[in-house]
């Protein structure tokens, strides 16, 4: 059982911060470690990330090689057995208008619909769907529930 003499302080030590700008005795006085004068040394300065100082930079000098599909990829949205039992009923059509009207999606689904195996379905439902995972076309088939692949 807790009670108040079991209680511990289970926070972290306080670290102190050093402050800058403290005058000349502080070790953190005048330039405020920021050096002489220049962009760095003004209020507000953020260097861009990768910037060496109008060199031109490691990223731009190294051969772009091979290819990527990521600029190409379109993200789909996964829905589980789970939800669809949760939130339809006996003879609904799952589909991605019902979805979006039930608030389970976004309004724009670039990759399409994609049905996971998670949870059980116990309910007769209808499913339209891009894609399946392999598990949830067992468990629709071994129920016998009416699915359709769209292209």
């Not at 619909?113 to 894609?131: D, F, P, Q, Y």
Request: hydrophobic share 30%; with cysteine; net charge positive.
């Amino acid at each position: 059982m807790v009670d108040l003499s079991k209680l511990c302080d289970t926070s972290r030590p306080y670290k102190k911060v050093q402050r800058v700008g403290r005058g000349m005795g502080s070790n953190r006085g005048k330039t405020s470690c920021r050096g002489g004068k220049g962009d760095s040394a003004r209020q507000g300065y953020r260097k861009r990330f990768g910037y060496e100082g109008g060199q031109v930079p490691l990223y731009r000098k190294i051969p772009v090689r091979g290819f990527t599909r990521g600029r190409f990829v379109k993200d789909s949205v996964a829905v589980s057995l789970a939800k669809i039992d949760a939130y339809y009923e006996e003879g609904e059509k799952v589909t991605l208008e019902t979805l979006r009207a039930k608030g389970l999606i976004p309004r724009r689904v670039p990759g399409g619909l994609k049905i996971l195996s998670n949870g059980e379905l116990t309910k007769r439902v209808t499913i339209e769907a891009h894609r399946f995972s392999a598990l949830a076309l067992k468990k629709l088939e071994e129920r016998a529930i009416p699915y359709t692949v769209l292209s």
